[in-house]
């Protein structure tokens, strides 16, 4: 679970989101709509925690899952391989690469640790709250009681509320997910006319109206997970006086324009009179002297909403909801830590391949098409979409390139060894295509890459649609466990091209590469392929095996790769399902 990337991204895409909240409320908005812009935030922080396929872009192709029978190709040899193993081996070579796993790993302790502290001191407070609230008294004063029940009736509230007196609160409070309680301070009750109370009561009530307090704890519960992002802390602080000023709002609405004067005096005596230990948990009527200056501002300058500034308000939240939307597509770009190919060429049909055994529980995949029905069958869907590093199988174009660039000739495509020793004897000598290809000798293809340079590369990977065609990795080493990939249905998809050469090469250049992929043949059927290994820091990743069985009726093209296995493998896997099958 890569969750420093997801998590770094959802900061960035969230202080932007933040930005452009602030940035909207500066305009006319009314109170309401102006609230209603902070879940477009929460809907920004919940992107890491949502399914990939829920937020991806890339379309699902149509292929199979593995679950269907096995299916008997046209033409092939039922007989046995006889493979004598002599083209089955491994040439690996191991790149260094820092390990972000570590990272990641002392990321998400810090990250734990810090939702554990917080939600320490959430539950602290709340019982704290709890045990204030079961220690209150029941208003007993009957006009109080009376007073109450009839501002829940011009709410439409029916919902059970507890109106409740505390001599430990200063503030009244509304607070509750299940089961909603009002705190009001006991001299309140014994000190303020009826009509004050009205006030208070309509506002706390409005709170419940309106669900404020099951949405504060949504709210809190993402301040605690991002916790270390500090424009989170100063967004959710702005929030909550964009939720009371909603409140006002809201109870404004409902009274008339002779009592807005009296409301606002109200909100003015309870100045500074906040319980900072519940100022998250809670609804509170008070506030700071900002807060207080913000909301008598805002009461002073009341005025109904008309048609035109709701129409606005409105506007606006799908403006900014639509920018939301938009930033979607980048979080998956730029979090994910996989590449899928998207397969969009619906005529495809593709039939399920039930494999499992052959891959001995590892997670693998292959895939194989005909050259004259151009069914394409697929086992493990996922897998044969997902881009992984080319290794040592991108060495087939390599070639192609190096002889349309003259690089190499098909007559001549020596290049003497340089003596320095390598970690195996067959590379420790001069190469020509076919020996350099048979024992896969890096530096004999990083030498080509060399002398064609970046940018005719580039142009050649363009030409030719390869994988994701990321040269970032460096000249000679973007193909080994770095910034080019490829899938397994792009490597079939492009054997084919190359075998009925599509692109237009030199046919001659492309006969000399086929002839140095020729591993056997037994019958009427022969083998060409190429094998492939990804080391990292000593450990065996990638394993592909990549190429196509020729008969006299048809060819069929296939694709294995398997993780964390050698090419050796993936070609012992490939050789027992094209024999079982019966293609070779």
Known sequence: MMILPQMLMTFGLSTITIAVIFLVRRFRLSATWRYHLWFLLIAVLTLPFLPKEWISSRKQANVGTGDSSTFTPAGGSQGNPGLDGNWMQDFGTSVNQYDYSNLNMIFLLIWVAGIVTFTFFFLRSHLQLNRIARTAK?????????????????????????????SQVRSPMIFG??????????????????????????????????????????????????W???????????????????????????????????????????FDQQHPGFSTLTNQLSGSKKQIKRRITHIASFRRNS???????????????????????????????????????????????NLNTYFDGGEGTIVLTSLKDKQYHIYNKNKS????????????YSALISLEENSITPDDSSIKWSGEPNE?????????????????????????????????????????????????????????????????VEQVRLLRS??????????????????????????????????????????TVNGWFIGFVETNEDTWFFATNIDDASGSKAAEITMSILK?????
Not at 527 to 534: A, E, F, R
Request: hydrophobic share 40%; charged share 25%.
């Open 424 to 488: 195996y004897k067959e590379w420790n000598r001069d190469q020509t295509l076919d020996t350099a290809m048979k024992h896969s000798v890096n530096w004999y293809f990083q030498t080509l890459d060399r002398t064609i340079g970046e940018d005719r590369l580039a142009a050649y990977l363009e030409r030719l649609d390869y994988g994701n065609k990321d040269l970032s990795g460096g000249v000679g080493e973007y193909w080994l466990e770095s910034s080019l990939k490829i899938s397994p």
């Open 228 to 270: 270390f992002n500090p424009f989170i802390w100063i967004a959710f602080r702005e929030m909550r006086v964009d939720r009371e000023l909603a409140c006002d709002d809201a109870v404004l609405h409902s009274l008339e324009p002779v009592s807005y004067k009296e409301y606002g005096q109200t909100i003015l005596s309870f």
């Open 580 to 584: 079982n099958i019966g293609l070779y």
């Open 138 to 166: 029941r208003v007993r004063n009957t006009d109080i009681h009376s007073l109450f029940e009839a501002c829940k009736s011009d709410l439409g509230i029916q919902k059970k509320v507890s109106l409740l007196v505390s």
């Open 177 to 226: 997910f299940f089961r909603t309680t009002i705190l009001i301070p006991k001299e309140m009750e014994q000190h303020m006319s009826l009509n004050e109370l009205r006030y208070v009561i309509l506002h706390e009530l409005q709170h419940e109206k309106s669900h404020h307090p099951k949405v504060n704890y949504i709210f809190l519960s993402y301040q605690i997970l991002y």
């Open 385 to 396: 979409r997902l881009r992984v590093s080319p290794d040592s199988t991108y060495k087939i």
């Open 307 to 353: 048609r035109l500034r709701l129409m606005k308000s409105i506007a606006l939240f799908v403006a900014t909801a639509l920018f939301v939307l938009m930033q979607m597509p980048f979080f998956t770009l730029a979090s994910a830590d996989e590449d899928y190919y998207d397969i969009k060429d619906q005529k495809i049909i593709t039939e399920g391949l």
């Open 498 to 539: 190359f075998y009925t050469n599509e692109q237009h090469f030199d046919p001659v250049n492309v006969e000399t590469v086929k002839s140095a992929l020729a591993l056997e043949e037994k019958g009427d059927a022969r083998l060409y392929g190429k094998t492939g290994t990804g080391v990292v820091n000593g450990e």
